[in-house]
């Protein structure tokens, strides 16, 4: 199962990498997030964790598997019979914007089934992100 959500944004990539990356705000932003701790102190890299806690969710511990300074990140949640995927991806617009792409993969044997029941909602929760993030992003 796959869930995407992109957005242009009128404020530069460092602006916009700025917010993304400094999880411990998000539910300032995201209603999509009520609670966000980091695992360790310091900059977001390959390695890195936080703890999300979502509305109607368990909470999940996200492991941050890919990142590219101001152009994006990939994390890795596991739980019983799924792998969830998150990727965060900017790509820099001529005119000084900011493009952003989201997407949530879940792969694994109860992927389909969570897919079913939750699909609704995941898809909501990667458009509010998005809607948020570009949001908090214009605010300067």
Excluded: N
């Excluded at 705000?25 to 995201?30: D, K, Q, S, V």
């Amino acid at each position: 199962m796959r869930f995407e959500a992109d957005t242009e944004i009128d404020a530069d990539v460092e602006q916009v990498w700025a917010v993304l990356v400094d999880v411990p705000r998000w539910p300032e932003w995201t209603a999509s997030v009520s609670r966000a701790e980091r695992g360790e102190p310091g900059p977001l890299a390959v390695g890195a964790t936080a703890r999300l806690t979502q509305p109607k969710l368990r909470p999940a511990v996200w492991r941050v598997t890919e990142l590219t300074e101001r152009q994006g990140f990939v994390w890795v949640s596991d739980t019983a019979g799924v792998r969830t995927t998150a990727e965060h991806r900017l790509v820099p617009l001529p005119d000084g914007r900011t493009r952003v792409e989201l997407a949530v993969d879940q792969s694994g044997p109860l992927a389909g089934l969570i897919g079913r029941l939750c699909g609704g909602m995941l898809r909501r929760y990667v458009r509010m992100e998005a809607d948020g993030l570009r949001r908090r992003s214009e605010q300067g």
